[in-house]
């Protein structure tokens, strides 16, 4: 079946201890790309990437850090989490990422005290 | 910055009713992506806009693009309590940034 998986759904932490998100698509996609959903703010973009080692900046970067070693795989890293980085994470994909349809993981509820 | 306005931002009308949701922009996008959400899932497409003017029909959703594209809308017709959710537009600049309206969420009463 072709999807977007990420680990873990719910997470809870301390502001300050390191953290990794997984995501991983089976669809041999080229695009994939993180948000963070926020109540009143919609989906806003975090970071993508079009390739294997390709990356760039979304609307709201900081404090995040990414990676695209392999094609499938997609993680996002908090270095030094902060209360306002507790939010629903989407990662996605897409075939090129160029006006093609994405297609979302079921999120990653993230609560940062 | 692009921006994605939506409106309304929350709708709660009786099963049987038609309503239309409202995705605008001061900016002009390459295409134009609609998704619902569910409680606990990740959005999930209904259908992409490309060309200015475009209407597209899925059983009882209409989706047009507009003429400029800047704009589009969402019309439902004889709404169903299973098209409760979270409405959501999102342009394609074709830059590889995808901007997402603030979603405007329905619920259809039985």
């Known amino acids: 079946e072709a999807q977007v998986t990420q680990n873990p759904r719910y997470l809870i932490t301390v502001t300050g201890k390191k953290l990794t998100v997984t995501c991983s698509q089976n669809m041999n996609h080229e695009y994939m790309s993180w948000y963070r959903q926020d109540p009143g703010l919609g989906l806003r973009q975090i970071y993508y990437?079009?390739?294997?080692?390709?990356?760039d900046k979304g609307d709201v970067p900081e404090g995040y850090k990414v990676s695209r070693k392999e094609k499938r795989n997609f993680p996002l890293i908090l270095e030094s989490p902060s209360p306002n980085q507790t939010s629903l994470y989407f990662c996605a994909s897409s075939l090129t990422g160029y006006n093609s349809p994405l297609h979302f993981g079921n999120g990653t509820r993230l609560t940062v005290t | 910055t692009q921006l994605l306005e939506q409106s309304p931002q929350f709708l709660s009308i009786q099963e049987g009713e038609n309503l239309t949701v409202y995705c605008n922009s001061s900016s002009v996008f390459s295409s134009l992506q609609w998704y619902r959400q569910e409680p606990g899932e990740g959005p999930v497409l209904l259908v992409t806009v490309v060309t200015g003017g475009e209407v597209k029909k899925l059983k009882r959703l209409t989706f047009q693009f507009g003429d400029a594209r800047k704009d589009s809308s969402l019309h439902i017709t004889a709404a169903q309590p299973g098209d409760t959710g979270l409405y959501l537009c999102?342009?394609?600049?074709?830059?590889?940034?995808?901007?997402f309206g603030t979603g405007t969420r329905l619920k259809v009463l039985a």
């Open positions: 990437s079009m390739n294997v080692e390709v990356t």
């Open positions: 999102a342009g394609s600049s074709g830059t590889y940034k995808y901007i």
